[in-house]
């Protein structure tokens, strides 16, 4: 079989500190979370950097946050009891439709996350919440800017955190079939102010601020629907690519913006 | 570099490259019951199991698995000998390729899940490809072994 990647060292180091280490001290050091979309591509990697034995493999809960660090899996998020009650189960909702549970069983939340991939369901999902990266030199990061600007240097995601509001949230996707990539994924959470979240545009998932600012300035109602909805077609650009045009992912999106609106019991009577 | 692990209760060290992935380790030392077919993390044929949850092993370097519990199809025999007759009774065995990967699949589900519904057990197999039988039958085998381990623990 021929490998598409390269690896010449492979190291699990102990603490991040020393994860830190062996990323900056060479150019083409890679930390490495689940490897499963590495896998996919062709990369030549000097050294590996499994963050196994770093700590970063729990979800926890204190007062008002939840913390979930960047190794914890796919899988993890499916069958966590804390994550279970907040948000409508929104989290664990957003990746259950990722390919299989073998898959993931391995993708990990850092993996993810640090590597803003424009087609991630879990994205989009953290994107309606109070979220917020930690980074091991960037400090803590609002998952919002993270994910438009990344990280200005070589960093290491510990684990992301994200506060306990109550909101009500919904995530919705289009697949062609089951456990494929999803052509658009959204998300939408209320608690006093509305926010919605639109990804794979196939474009990185961002904000619909103006219909945000829209809704919140008028309420949403089944009178004023389409035309927040017209706000939001509007101001959030979509592409095309193999999986469906920029016309189609616009037609499904007020589809599934108004689902989800319905599910969490957004729109008023 | 060396690979210390425990596959199907027995202590290995193994020589493997740090860039190597897990099913042709595997293959190589000889547990031809894992499948090889995609080797993208889609159609599932490779399904292990690591510390006792399914994984792709096609997506997951050899490497990752130091210190862990390995288990393949070889290290649950009889369990899968009787699921194998379930899925041969309902007709879903025809070219076989992919039975390795579902049964390992399928132990999964039974340890996560206690009674499945039906969408439960689809959610479960999602990461499993049969390009022959279209799952109806699978899902039917998979029921009938269930009832079948339900009724038995019911007469102990």
């Known amino acids: ?269 | 570099m060396k690979l210390n692990a425990r596959i199907n209760g027995i202590k290995v060290s193994l020589e493997i490259s740090p860039d190597e992935f897990l099913v042709d380790t595997l293959r190589r030392n000889g547990y031809l019951g894992v499948k090889q077919g995609c080797d993208t993390g889609t159609c599932g044929v490779c399904t292990i199991h690591v510390d006792g949850k399914a994984v792709l092993s096609c997506v997951l370097l050899s490497a990752k698995v130091e210190g862990r519990e390995i288990t393949t199809i070889e290290g649950v025999q009889n369990e899968a000998k009787v699921i194998g007759k379930y899925l041969v009774d309902e007709g879903v065995d025809q070219c076989g390729y992919c039975s390795s990967g579902t049964i390992m699949s399928i132990l999964y589900l039974e340890k996560s899940i206690a009674n499945p519904t039906d969408e439960e057990i689809l959610h479960y197999l999602n990461g499993n490809l049969c390009r022959c039988t279209g799952y109806t039958g699978q899902l039917r085998a998979i029921k009938k072994y269930m009832e079948g381990k339900y009724n038995e623990n019911c007469k102990q």
């Open chain 1, 1 to 269: 079989m021929i490998n598409l990647i390269t690896i010449k060292n492979y190291v699990v180091p102990q603490t991040v500190e020393e994860a830190y280490g062996y990323l900056t001290s060479n150019k083409a050091s890679t930390i490495f979370g689940g490897g499963a979309f590495i896998r996919m591509g062709s990369k030549n990697i000097s050294t590996a950097i499994d963050l196994s034995k770093c700590g970063l493999n729990n979800i926890t809960e204190s007062d008002d946050s939840i913390e979930i660090g960047a190794m914890v899996t796919f899988g993890d998020l499916e069958s966590s009891t804390i994550l279970k009650n907040h948000f409508n189960n929104l989290l664990a909702i957003s990746v259950k439709d990722i390919v299989g549970i073998q898959m993931r069983n391995i993708v990990t939340v850092g993996g993810t996350v640090y590597s803003r991939y424009g087609f991630s369901d879990f994205i989009t999902a953290l994107m309606v919440l109070d979220a917020k990266v930690k980074l091991h030199k960037g400090g803590l990061v609002p998952i919002e800017l993270f994910i438009t600007d990344g990280s200005k240097e070589k960093d290491i995601l510990e684990y992301i955190t994200i506060k306990k509001d109550n909101r009500r949230a919904s995530f919705k996707s289009m697949r062609n079939s089951k456990g494929d990539y999803a052509i658009l994924n959204i998300a939408v959470s209320k608690k006093e102010n509305m926010c919605i979240a639109v990804g794979a545009r196939p474009g990185r998932a961002i904000l619909a601020k103006k219909t945000m600012e829209y809704i919140n300035e008028n309420g949403i109602n089944l009178d004023n629907l389409e035309e927040a909805l017209d706000v939001l077609t509007e101001e959030v650009k979509f592409g095309s690519n193999s999986r469906g045009s920029s016309q189609y992912r616009e037609k499904i999106c007020r589809t599934l913006i108004k689902r989800a609106l319905k599910e969490a019991d957004c729109l008023e009577a």
